[in-house]
């Protein structure tokens, strides 16, 4: 698929925003993320000096706001600032362990710093002394995050430079072609992780580790959606995933093979009118009943997100 069919990734403090939520496809630039305070606001811009500034000012102020802490860190990090960095991560995890700062794509910096380690098995021990143990295969669960958090990498700055240049600009193409290259890394890693262990089971590794996977086969460009399919259909028979995921991905492989899909998952932005539109249906008259078997809503309450109406044909 081209690079016009990704979809835009929210700031990573608020969350990974799944991109298989909605695979809204762009050829306009990405809009912003809504920010919910200034140094968001200018990390969306991609002022990362200025973010980090307006973080610091609103620690001195308020040494206990923990997302804010957080913020600052992903905003150091980005800037190389490593020192820093890991000074403010390490109290934001105190503060509140989370999974999130292990799949976190504004820490891709200071992952390749050699206190990496360190940091990230205090916190997943933290986060395993918790009952029920959710990380049982560390390191196959480590290995998934590191490519969670390359699959979302870059979304953000994409969008950045859409929305300030256009999104047919030289520097988009580069960043999309760069995004490529990381994206056929990741499926290698996957394939080389999945033969070896098998498919990531939320048992084992956890819920956003098992997600890392679903993510890197939804987002392949190389028929990794086709290659898993029948084994995402179990994963959603023994309810690891909502069956949505699996629509998702099926669809997914019929589109970058430039065929019509099933379920009506995704839509396509038209440069003549400016909007999006419903990418092109195998059986208008079936999908509803496709999507029904599911468990999924008729494709015309889907479509209401996008402002796109669609009206079954008459029976």
């Known amino acids: 698929m081209s690079h016009t069919n990704a979809a835009t990734k929210l700031i990573p403090s608020l969350c990974i925003a799944l991109l298989i939520a909605c695979e809204v496809a762009f050829s306009q630039a990405p809009p ?13 811009q991609g002022d990362i000096p200025g973010a980090i500034g307006e973080f610091r000012r609103v620690y001195l102020k308020d040494p206990t706001d923990q997302k804010n802490i957080y913020n600052l860190a992903l905003a150091l990090s980005i800037n190389r600032q490593l020192d820093s960095c890991f000074k403010y991560l390490t109290m934001a995890v105190d503060m509140k362990p989370s999974i999130q700062a292990l799949i976190d794509p504004d820490l891709l910096t200071a992952r390749a710093d050699r206190r990496w380690a360190e940091f990230e098995d205090k916190l997943i021990a933290t986060l395993n002394a918790k009952p029920g143990q959710p990380f049982k295969d560390v390191e196959y669960a480590k ?72 993510l890197v086969a939804m987002h392949s460009h190389t028929g990794m959606q086709k290659k898993y399919l029948t084994t995402i259909k179990i994963i959603c028979e023994e309810k690891e995933l909502p069956w949505e995921r699996y629509a998702l991905i099926y669809d997914r492989s019929l589109v970058n093979e430039n065929k019509p899909q099933r379920f009506g998952t995704h839509t396509k932005y038209n440069e003549q009118t400016k909007a999006e539109e419903l990418y092109p249906l195998e059986d208008e008259s079936k999908v509803n009943a496709w999507r029904k078997e599911l468990g999924l809503p008729p494709l015309e309450e889907y479509l209401k997100r996008f402002n796109i109406t669609f009206r079954p044909p008459k029976k």
Do not use: C, H
Request: aromatic share 10%.
């Open 32 to 44: 912003a993320p809504s920010s919910t305070t200034p140094g968001e606001s200018l990390r969306e």
């Open 143 to 214: 290995a998934l995050w590191r490519l969670q958090a390359w699959d979302q990498a870059f979304f953000i700055e994409i969008g950045i430079a859409g929305r300030k240049i256009g999104m047919k600009s030289s520097v988009v193409e580069a960043l999309w072609k760069f995004k490529f290259m990381v994206q056929e890394k990741n499926e290698q890693e996957l394939d080389r992780l999945i033969a070896s262990k098998g498919w990531p089971r939320v048992g084992s590794v956890g819920r956003e580790a098992a997600m890392a996977a679903y």
